[in-house]
């Protein structure tokens, strides 16, 4: 199944939810790009969003792996009222179509868990018929270094990728795929597109990056949540969905408390990134110092008052400026659409309910940048001189 189009909900008339942003089911600016960046740039916790990304690309891939063993097993049984003799065929022909649902599994439905615990169930079925195990079932020890999966992941796109010449549906990462000489699995059918080395590389590769102390990007989790992880993983040699679910639903939640709200805040309310507003609280502090300073030099010199007309200069820049910083929002820029996703790079406004609710802000904060504006620039022309 296919990621939905975010034009399929340019009627939500509210703002995302994060299982929305995460299912890429919104557009800029809160899109899952713009919360990467906002993660990764102002909330400086992007290693917990990674760990979410790899493990439901865990998910896709176990979800993919099945789905071309099921493929190959229906042509090679079309009839599968051999399952008396062929239990993995008659339990692979039970799930049905394999979809690939985002958000943590407290958001799945009743058929979709269902699903998820079928597979994972299989996943462990298969995992001992194989002797695939950890040491535990004899299985070859496995380290970060020998892992298929331990490369650096950068950004993750939502564009497809190829494999063996042939698109997929939403097929898995590139680091997490073994070449042509072993995209083979224990079964008579062709070359899959994922082996089954490449699953528990996966697992592998999520534990070694995020969970184990001291790793590369390690991540802060329950004790008990770690154990079972790890234990699952090393110990009882597991590789199925469900050893991520606890973790999993524990950084969504995490995210969505502490993370996502200042998110849409700076957003879906705002068009500014952090350093911008501090140029422009410098540039209206400059402004106002310089409108301040020539227009009590004009009253104490007593100039006529076209000459103070240039008042007007220095206090439209500094109260528009201080605006803009206060409300992290630049008026004219947002009214044109655009809004900043890093300092001086910015892109398209496209999510409607975002632009509208933009619109109204960008309105409000030119009509206080006027009224602040007009009275100072109205006192400093007309006060009346008074040359010492």
């Known amino acids: 199944m296919t990621t939905p189009s975010p034009h399929l909900y340019s009627s939500r008339n509210r703002l995302p939810t994060l299982f929305e942003v995460l299912s890429r089911q919104t557009s800029a600016p809160v899109d899952l790009f713009s919360f990467y960046i906002y993660m990764r740039d102002q ?22 792996y099945v789905r071309e063993l099921r493929r ?29 649902p985002s958000g943590p599994s407290t958001n799945l439905n009743n058929e979709e868990k269902v699903k998820d615990q079928n597979l994972s169930a299989f996943l462990r079925h298969e995992n001992d018929l194989n002797g695939n195990g950890g040491l535990a079932n004899g299985g070859v020890h496995h380290s970060p270094q020998s892992s298929f999966g331990s490369q650096q992941s950068g950004l993750r796109g939502s564009g497809d990728r190829r494999s063996n010449g042939t698109e997929r549906e939403r097929p898995p990462r590139p680091s997490f795929m073994t070449n042509g000489s072993q995209g083979r699995t224990n079964s008579d059918s062709p070359a899959h597109t994922v082996a089954r080395a490449d699953i528990r590389a996966s697992a592998e590769k999520i534990l070694y990056t995020y969970l184990l102390p001291g790793s590369e990007r390690e991540i802060i989790l329950p004790q008990g949540i770690l154990t079972d992880i790890t234990t699952s993983i090393e110990e009882e040699g597991r590789d199925d969905p469900e050893v991520f679910d606890a973790a999993k639903d524990y950084t969504f939640q995490a995210m969505e408390r502490d993370a996502f709200p200042g998110f849409l805040r700076a957003k879906a309310l705002g068009n500014l990134v952090p350093p911008s507003s501090f140029l422009r609280l410098c540039l209206g502090l400059l402004g106002l110092f310089g ?16 000459i103070r007309c240039w008042l007007i200069l220095p206090f439209t820049i500094g109260v528009y400026a201080l605006s803009s910083q206060q409300y992290s929002i630049d008026p004219v820029l947002a009214l044109a659409g655009l809004s ?8 398209r406004i496209r999510e409607p309910y975002i632009r509208k609710l933009m619109n109204k802000r960008a309105m409000m904060v030119l009509f206080f940048t006027v009224l602040i504006g007009v009275c100072l620039i109205v006192l400093f022309i007309f006060v009346p001189g008074h040359r010492l």
């Not at 909330?43 to 993919?64: A, I």
């Not at 900043?340 to 892109?347: L, P, Q, V």
């Open 291 to 306: 409108g301040f300073w020539a227009g009590f030099a004009c009253i104490l010199l007593d100039k006529p008052k076209h």
């Open 43 to 64: 909330q400086r916790s992007v290693d917990y969003l990674d760990f979410w990304l790899d493990v439901s690309q865990h998910m896709s891939l176990c979800r993919h």
């Open 72 to 100: 190959s097993v229906l042509l090679d049984t079309p009839e599968l009222e051999k399952h008396g003799s062929k239990r993995s065929s008659y339990i692979l022909d039970q799930f049905g179509e394999m979809n690939d």
């Open 340 to 347: 900043e996703y890093t300092f001086m790079n910015w892109s």
